[in-house]
């Protein structure tokens, strides 16, 4: 186990090497602070940007911890409750999509609307750890025995297949601000290398609980802290605080409302905040994208999905193994 978090360490540092940027967007979570060491160690000069709502969310706290231990230079950019719900509009038409996971996207957008505002032209992110890592926690077996991972052998399959076929918010959002994103997690030469890691040793007991990205959070705790290497996953939404827009969204919905216009737009609509987001996009983008020769049909808005992926990018839906 040792060799392999040595040439983990080896892989990333020469990816984010590869990968290096004048700024990043810091949750302060166990992905971008391992990314933030190694631009500290290869003498990077760069910004960390942290958003939250107001201040609310624990990012705010686990980056706080970071940039002292590493002395970063950090930018804290807290976003009213007014702002985030009026840019609501934009995000729904900059990536064409009402899912419901729209609140993630408000801290990428406005991440990197900050990168804009500061005058730099790229920015590094965290994206793909989780997805190569099995970070999330549906795709712990042991977790969630309904879902489509059923067992390690489903998971490494899993990840494989979602690997050809990752995209992430922060690209579309960057084209938008007109900011080159940088992805170490994304790297060619890393991704291939990561693939072959067991799923073993990516998720994994340590102290009697079950971690997802166990080998990651193992490469981390020699560099920095135990706290920081062995902190929770927490869904940017969470992490930045804006969730709390759901409960304000769905005030503004009525449960009568609700049956109706999910009884007459015939979408699966997961909650009132999903409904929201919906009517924003007929507003902003129009009608939903139909499925093409070589598609599938996703079950919930009927749009067109690739054969290979399980999630719907227009409506969020997440497609069963076929």
Same mark, same amino acid.
């Not at 924003?280 to 067109?304: D, L, M, N, T």
């Given at each position: 186990m040792?060799?392999?978090v040595?040439?983990?360490?080896?892989?990333?540092?020469?990816? =984010?090497e590869?990968?290096?940027a004048?700024?990043?967007?810091?949750s302060?979570?166990?992905d971008?602070?391992?990314?933030?060491?190694?631009?500290?160690?290869?003498?990077?000069?760069?910004?960390?940007?942290?958003?939250?709502?107001?201040?609310?969310g624990?990012d705010i706290?686990?980056?706080w911890?970071? =940039?002292?231990h590493?002395?970063?230079n950090h930018?804290h950019?807290? =976003?009213?409750?007014?702002?985030a719900i009026?840019?609501?509009?934009?995000?729904?038409?900059?990536?064409?999509?009402?899912?419901?996971?729209?609140?993630n996207?408000?801290a990428?957008?406005?991440?990197?609307?900050?990168?804009?505002?500061?005058g730099l032209?790229?920015a590094?992110?965290?994206?793909?750890?989780?997805?190569?890592f099995a970070?999330?926690?549906?795709?712990?077996p042991?977790?969630?025995?309904k879902?489509?991972?059923?067992?390690?052998?489903?998971?490494?399959?899993?990840i494989?297949?979602i690997a050809?076929?990752?995209?992430f918010s922060?690209?579309r959002?960057g084209d938008?601000f007109?900011?080159?994103i940088?992805q170490?997690?994304?790297?060619?030469?890393?991704?291939?290398?990561?693939l072959?890691i067991?799923?073993?040793s990516k998720?994994?007991?340590?102290?009697?609980?079950?971690?997802?990205k166990w080998?990651?959070r193992?490469?981390?705790?020699?560099?920095?802290s135990?706290e920081?290497?062995w902190q929770?996953?927490?869904?940017?939404?969470?992490g930045?605080?804006?969730d709390?827009?759901?409960?304000?969204i769905?005030?503004?919905?009525?449960?009568?409302?609700?049956w109706?216009?999910?009884d007459f737009y015939?979408?699966?609509?997961?909650?009132k905040e999903h409904?929201?987001?919906?009517?924003?996009?007929?507003?902003?983008?129009?009608g939903?994208?139909?499925?093409?020769?070589?598609?599938?049909?996703?079950?919930s808005c009927?749009?067109?999905v690739?054969?290979n992926?399980?999630?719907?990018?227009?409506?969020?839906?997440?497609?069963?193994?076929?």
């Amino acid at each position: 186990m040792e060799d392999l978090v040595k040439r983990l360490r080896e892989e990333l540092e020469m990816a =984010v090497e590869r990968n290096a940027a004048s700024c990043m967007l810091f949750s302060g979570g166990v992905d971008t602070s391992i990314l933030a060491w190694f631009l500290v160690r290869l003498n990077t000069n760069f910004r960390a940007i942290t958003v939250s709502l107001g201040s609310s969310g624990e990012d705010i706290l686990y980056a706080w911890l970071l =940039v002292k231990h590493l002395n970063l230079n950090h930018y804290h950019r807290p =976003v009213n409750i007014d702002e985030a719900i009026e840019s609501i509009p934009t995000v729904v038409k900059i990536l064409k999509s009402f899912d419901p996971a729209i609140p993630n996207d408000l801290a990428v957008y406005f991440g990197l609307k900050t990168v804009k505002e500061l005058g730099l032209k790229e920015a590094m992110t965290g994206d793909g750890a989780d997805e190569l890592f099995a970070g999330y926690d549906y795709m712990n077996p042991a977790l969630h025995q309904k879902s489509v991972i059923r067992n390690m052998e489903d998971l490494d399959e899993y990840i494989k297949r979602i690997a050809s076929s990752m995209s992430f918010s922060s690209n579309r959002l960057g084209d938008f601000f007109g900011i080159k994103i940088r992805q170490p997690y994304l790297d060619r030469e890393f991704v291939d290398f990561a693939l072959h890691i067991p799923v073993e040793s990516k998720v994994r007991e340590e102290k009697g609980k079950i971690y997802g990205k166990w080998v990651l959070r193992k490469a981390l705790e020699d560099v920095l802290s135990k706290e920081i290497a062995w902190q929770n996953k927490r869904p940017l939404e969470y992490g930045s605080g804006m969730d709390k827009l759901r409960e304000i969204i769905s005030s503004r919905i009525s449960d009568k409302e609700f049956w109706e216009k999910k009884d007459f737009y015939k979408i699966d609509f997961l909650n009132k905040e999903h409904l929201y987001f919906y009517e924003i996009y007929r507003k902003e983008v129009g009608g939903i994208p139909q499925s093409k020769e070589g598609q599938k049909e996703c079950p919930s808005c009927k749009a067109g999905v690739e054969k290979n992926t399980f999630h719907c990018k227009v409506c969020g839906y997440v497609l069963r193994k076929e």
